[in-house]
């Protein structure tokens, strides 16, 4: 049966099934939903949406027709007209594609009104299906660019959301054995170009795909396997926004990838904005990159956002569900759910087995587990880090210490995640009176902030909490000042204030952080503190390992030594990820426990050591392949 | 660089080393080979030849242009004419691609001559390579129909190995990281349909492909991995000629392969007999067959034989060598010499570690190994069997207890390696006057035994010895009777008189034996000796478990009974495959000791039950891979 076909059966059904009234104009897959086009929505009850998609097995979404939306000029003018003045409306979202408009306002519930009533009137006025959110308390550019591309090519998205559809929802003759196997393409025995290749006898997907930034001969996964092809490829899965994760999948689509990306809708936007910045240091340092932004805008087009917890079909035979992983904003865990004989394999990207003071600790429980692919970061013996409090403790204690003496403390960081786990552990002290200096913040820091307070429902219930209640919201607090401009940054480095400064990169590779340590680095009162993992060969290990003095180019290109006199501190314990203890802890809570266990994302003694840990404590089978092995699962 | 433009600067090189004189007339790629086309290949002597292929690091092999070679017809005349009646030529064989003639004779001392005189005499009149060898004291059908073929399709295959010489000598970059792996697509944690594919950044090569024929939907290798293409593949290499190894490989050039198949040439010739075998006995029972004898023979074109010990490039990075395995004639241990960093990888394909009748025990050494894939069909720890001279006893006991009764003796047998083992005891039993009775060969018995008579350089040197004087040779002994016709056979069941009969198919699951059982089964009198293995729901099996009756359909398409009264032994012992302590003596005896040891060829608790033991007593890193697993080695 054609995909056509396949459609046809569906439609037929759907009309057959649905009340006269709605009006059905049209029934389209567009990527994993079943969606039908009416002109009377409000007819379907979420009762008759439930029973279709029971019958049907597919995920259905009603839409008003094209045909009678308002449109959006003046559906903004309707609504301006509808709900009262105070309720502060900010922004309007269009979302062509799913006939949704989003409401910002700083006053959501004068959006709804009583009962509802002002919603119900706005609907009935503009078509579209009105979704009243409180305004973000900080804007992020970033999304506004994507919404914006969304906007403008939403005929484009269309398109390609129907082919993806169409694909999906394809006919299919298992003969045969239904196997499924894993090939590993990167970050096997290694940290860095993470990708693993599912394959089933219909399926291939692709997940995550990242890129090593700090290794130019293993940069980017092994597409040289010989199992890899890129036009076979049903789907890219991706867990979390870091580029070892992510960096490379624009590139997929310069080498011929046309079909959907999954992630949640921070990842998505997170992983824009790492990308740009990517091939902006890139370019800056005249790096051959192996995508341009187009690539990036294709990569965004073709994206196909979803929520921790709805599972979703992404080809005939695999179903994916995403889970938090507690390691960055929209981080998850994918677990798939897979062929006739339903088995289940998880992979968990990166995970924080503890509540932080941004997210909710990584899911151990699911509805069936067989197989878990889990990271080894930190698997070995001996990777006990020191408990959150203690490193907070002694952060705010350098902070405190070096202020006072009128120094000033640079903290490299790494742009999203840790940094704003850092804001808020600044913040706290700020308003606890343990220290009393400025917070600058410097590179990507405020925007992938912003990014954080768009998202509010990703975040820790404690958070969600704060950071919608304007005066509690730590990230507005006075101690943040952010650093805008290069004027801006020469301000902060030339005054006499004492200070702190988190600025990119994490690991002083380039980017502002470098040309803070440059004249920071003379005066023996100020201090630098890493918080994070320094790369052997990367400037911030040499200072890390006390070199006394580093060479500098200049502007005019001579070659200047700069003498390092700064206090020099290293405060583990802000790890995005489980530690050996957390690592543990979580395989021991899995529900149900697998049957089998692999290890990746770690060096080769990490994930060594761990599997045979594991191996010992739960009597599980492991495995800790090697980078280009296929592993069967079943 | 193209192929045109490397076999152009091997030509120019050629020349300018060679000696004027020889007359230079053509170089081509052929195969593996170098071929040098000459007026005068007398002037070529082996160290002129030693050296070019030592510059070139390529085979070189130095052939009389075809525009001097004599016609066949004539250059029969002419060697009458030289050598001696005495000598009783039986017969010639013409190798259009080698420009050699095969002299078979019954006193080849005659052909060739005081020091060489007649045969010097003979190549200067014909120009032919002149290679006497004594008659085989059996015809082989299959071979005649082989050489046949190869003579009549002459100016294919040489276009056949032309082709693929330019493939195997192609000009590659290697980029970044040289890694090799193997992907198993049959024959992994089972017996029956062994398939392993090898692939390099450059490379692909099958080392077997074989069906399982008692099993109907694991009968073929998983070609739906997703790493196998078939255009892509540079070489397949057959161990042996059991279809467990081979029976697919006519398949391959049926679903587009074009390549080569290098394996010894008894290989080649009992793998055509047991194909078309299989074939019959498929179509006769009606089943599908995935190829048709047409594929066979474009096989046999394909097929490039290589000695024991000869090393070959089979692509611009593998070289490959073939060792005698000891498992049945021609049966070969594949060692790959691999890329740049020259790894080395061996398979053992099925391995007798143990001077048989027929052949000397398996090679266990190896200028260099990292990797050896063994086979494990007796791997577990209860796996030991009894020694050969007890079941030899053992089996003459019955021999004689039942003829000396006045009964029949049946012994269902695999007509290739182990009738050829047994007819060598019971001769021997016979001579010794330890029973009187004729032995009976029905089934391809006869066709197998002849193929051994024509390679006696791929035979023990005991049997060597034996088979050249035709006084000793133990095959052509009074007590083998060949069963020709089904009317030979009715004489053979029909008669009074005690006998033993050899008779294919080994398991009865069709062919003569079940033909013989039927007639001999109600008499207590004769006696039924199973000495191979019985797999699960063969009629074989039944009978050896104690059925006291079995249904056979009859002639006329109705089903009857026929009770099982005859005696039925059951004779371990008589093994092509190493026992539990001759795999692990292997195991410790080879030089160098590899580092990793992957177990294949048995059964799930034989191949893990081995591998526990070999990582237990010799430390080594081992592996049990599943089908599709694909495993890096390096
Ligand atoms: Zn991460
Ligand atoms: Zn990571
Ligand atoms: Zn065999
Ligand atoms: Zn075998
Ligand atoms: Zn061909």
């Known amino acids: 049966m054609s995909a056509e076909e396949v459609l046809e059966n569906i439609r037929k059904e759907i009309i057959k099934k649905s009340p006269k009234e709605a009006?059905?104009?049209?029934?389209?897959?567009?990527?994993?939903?079943?969606?039908?086009?009416?002109?009377?929505?409000?007819?379907?009850?979420?009762?008759?949406?439930?029973?279709?998609?029971?019958?049907?097995?597919?995920?259905?979404?009603?839409?008003?027709?094209?045909?009678v939306l308002v449109e959006p000029e003046i559906a903004k003018k309707k609504i301006f007209e509808i709900v009262p003045e105070e309720a502060e409306?900010?922004?309007?979202?269009?979302?062509?594609?799913?006939?949704?408009?989003?409401?910002?306002?700083?006053?959501?519930?004068?959006?709804?009104?009583?009962e509802g009533k002002t919603l119900e009137m706005i609907k009935k006025a503009i078509r579209w299906a009105p979704k009243p959110v409180r305004s973000p308390p900080i804007q992020s550019e970033t999304i506004k660019a994507i919404r914006a591309t969304l906007y403008r090519e939403r005929d484009e998205v269309k398109e390609i959301l129907r082919r993806i559809g169409r694909r999906i929802h394809r006919d299919i003759v298992v003969r045969g054995d239904y196997w499924i196997?894993?090939?590993?393409?990167?970050?096997?025995?290694?940290?860095?170009?993470?990708?693993?290749?599912?394959q089933t006898p219909d399926t291939r997907v692709l997940i995550d795909c990242g890129i090593n930034v700090a290794c130019e001969d293993k940069a980017f996964p092994h597409f040289d396997a010989p199992e890899f092809s890129i036009e076979d490829l049903d789907a890219v899965i991706i867990t979390h926004a870091h580029l070892d994760h992510c960096g490379f999948v624009p590139g997929l689509f310069r080498y011929g990838y046309d079909g959907p990306v999954y992630c949640t809708r921070p990842t998505r936007d997170l992983m824009t904005l790492l990308q740009k910045d990517y091939l902006e240091i890139a370019k800056k340092e005249g790096k051959e990159v192996p995508y341009s932004s187009k690539d990036i805008?294709?990569?965004?087009?073709?994206?196909?956002?979803?929520?921790?917890?709805?599972?979703?079909?992404i080809s005939p035979t695999i179903k994916l569900t995403l889970h938090n992983a507690g390691h960055v904003l929209g981080s998850a865990i994918a677990h798939l759910h897979i062929g006739e004989g339903l088995y289940n394999?998880?992979?968990?990207?990166?995970?924080?087995?503890?509540?932080?003071?941004?997210l909710e600790p990584a899911v151990c429980q699911f509805p069936r587990l067989e197989t878990l692919i889990i990271e080894s970061t930190y698997g070995a013996y001996d990777d006990v880090l020191p408990e959150r409090e203690e490193a907070e403790r002694e952060l705010l204690?350098?902070?405190?210490?070096?202020?006072?003496?009128?120094?000033?403390?640079?903290?490299?960081?790494?742009?999203?995640?840790?940094?704003?786990?850092?804001m808020l552990v600044l913040e706290e002290g700020y308003n606890q009176g343990i220290f009393n200096a400025p917070v600058y913040l410097d590179g990507m820091i405020w925007e992938?902030?912003?990014?954080?307070?768009?998202?509010?429902?990703?975040?820790?219930?404690?958070?969600?909490?704060?950071?919608?209640?304007?005066?509690?919201?730590?990230?507005?607090?006075?101690?943040?000042?952010?650093?805008?401009?290069?004027?801006?940054?020469?301000?902060?480095?030339?005054?006499d204030e004492p200070c702190v400064i988190l600025a990119t990169s994490g690991m002083l590779t380039g980017g502002p952080s470098v040309e803070y340590l440059k004249h920071l680095a003379p005066d023996e009162k100020n201090a630098i503190i890493f918080v994070g993992y320094q790369a052997e060969g990367t400037l911030g290990r040499k200072v890390q390992r006390g070199w006394k003095e580093i060479p500098i180019v200049t502007r005019n290109g001579k070659t200047k030594s700069i003498p390092i006199n700064l206090q020099v501190y290293t405060i583990e314990g802000f790890s995005g990820h489980s530690d050996r203890k957390q690592l543990i802890k979580y395989v021991r809570r899995l529900k149900p426990s697998p049957e089998k266990i692999i290890m990746v994302h770690g060096e080769e003694s990490k994930c060594l050591d761990f599997a045979d840990t594991v191996r010992r404590l739960f009597k599980k089978q492991t495995c800790v392949p090697m980078n280009l092995d296929a592993v069967r699962i079943k």
Chains 1, 2 share one sequence.
């Open 397 to 422: 204690k350098v902070v405190s210490e070096t202020t006072d003496k009128g120094g000033k403390v640079l903290i490299p960081v790494f742009g999203v995640g840790r940094a704003q786990e850092l």
């Open 89 to 114: 409306i900010t922004n309007f979202v269009f979302d062509a594609n799913t006939g949704e408009v989003i409401i910002e306002s700083k006053k959501p519930g004068l959006v709804i009104g009583k």
């Open 23 to 67: 009006k059905i104009v049209d029934v389209q897959f567009e990527g994993p939903e079943v969606v039908v086009y009416v002109k009377n929505p409000e007819i379907f009850t979420n009762e008759i949406i439930k029973n279709l998609a029971k019958d049907l097995r597919k995920r259905i979404s009603i839409r008003p027709d094209p045909s």
């Open 297 to 313: 805008k294709t990569c965004v087009k073709h994206t196909i956002p979803i929520d921790y917890g709805v599972t979703t079909d």
């Open 345 to 358: 394999l998880a992979y968990t990207g990166d995970i924080k087995f503890e509540t932080s003071r941004l």
């Open 181 to 198: 196997r894993v090939s590993f393409l990167g970050g096997a025995r290694e940290v860095g170009r993470s990708c693993l290749y599912v």
């Open 448 to 495: 992938a902030t912003a990014i954080h307070t768009a998202y509010p429902e990703y975040l820790s219930k404690e958070m969600r909490q704060k950071i919608f209640h304007e005066g509690d919201n730590p990230f507005l607090s006075e101690v943040f000042k952010r650093v805008g401009s290069t004027n801006e940054r020469r301000k902060v480095i030339d005054s």
